[in-house]
């Protein structure tokens, strides 16, 4: 029985009892080229092949800074553009394609349940795009993350529908507010900003420049001024709290103290 290898979404119950079925043959191949837009062979490329992880497992990798775990397998492509893999073992895996000054690309989740020829991986040149996040007041906005997805389908369009897609784009800037994403040449960009204490921005088709994370709007909170022994302080209406204010700690949320 032939089971598709490509497949994008949730793998259904039936395929979960498949693959958990004995009698597959290990290891498995998996093969294909990498070329670059128009057809020639890229050579030096490097081919990885590593575990699909579910959701929860991807969300922890991208607080490290990684988008997929470490590679079962990893090989570089010949003068002939061509790679191998070896899967330890049937299931759903994670093929992805990567050169220097390219666009890296990805095959996930990709079913092997025997060997497999992958269609060929386009891999497009990187025409790079840099900006600068800052708070409102000009001041770099360092550790703000950044999240990309393509806007343009057609930059991608030797690939469409083999299975093939740019690999996650995103990244955290650096001490001066400095973002750099890879990105196709004519591909244009959207994008989601977000950073602690500021408020998420989303903004469709970037080009290179200056983002500005806004301050999120204040919500008012209904809180109790009370003594340090708890008694309730009558008539503190007003209470102000000011920025960098400090507090010694209170015996319940929601609660100011006074001395």
Do not use: Y
Request: glycine content about 10%.
């Amino acid at each position: 029985m032939r089971v598709p290898q490509l497949l994008s979404g949730t793998m259904p119950f039936a395929l979960a009892m498949v693959l958990a079925a004995p009698g597959w043959a290990a290891p498995l191949s998996v093969t294909g080229s990498v070329v670059r837009p128009g057809g020639s062979p890229l050579a030096g490329a490097r081919v990885s092949l590593a575990p699909h992880p579910g959701s929860h497992a991807w969300g922890a990798l991208v607080l490290q800074g990684r988008s997929s775990p470490e590679p079962a397998a990893t090989v570089t492509t010949g003068a002939d553009g061509r790679f191998r893999l070896e899967a330890p073992e049937a299931g759903l895996w994670t093929v992805i394609a990567e050169a220097q000054g390219r666009v890296a690309v990805q095959v996930t989740p990709l079913v092997v349940v025997e060997s497999r020829e992958l269609p060929p991986a386009v891999l497009p040149e990187d025409a790079g795009l840099r900006l600068r996040v800052t708070t409102p007041d000009g001041r770099p906005a360092a550790a703000a993350w950044v999240w990309a997805t393509g806007e343009a389908p057609a930059v991608w369009k030797e690939t469409a529908g083999w299975g093939w897609a740019a690999q996650a784009r995103f990244a955290r800037s650096g001490a001066d507010g400095a973002i750099r994403l890879p990105r196709a040449p004519g591909e244009r960009l959207a994008m989601r900003f977000f950073s602690a204490g500021l408020e998420l921005l989303r903004r469709p088709g970037l080009d290179d420049g200056t983002i500005v994370l806004p301050v999120p709007a204040a919500v008012p909170r209904m809180i109790e001024v009370r003594e340090r022994d708890g008694r309730p302080v009558a008539g503190a209406n007003g209470v102000r709290i000011v920025p960098d204010a400090s507090f010694e700690e209170c015996p319940a949320p929601d609660v100011v103290c006074v001395t």
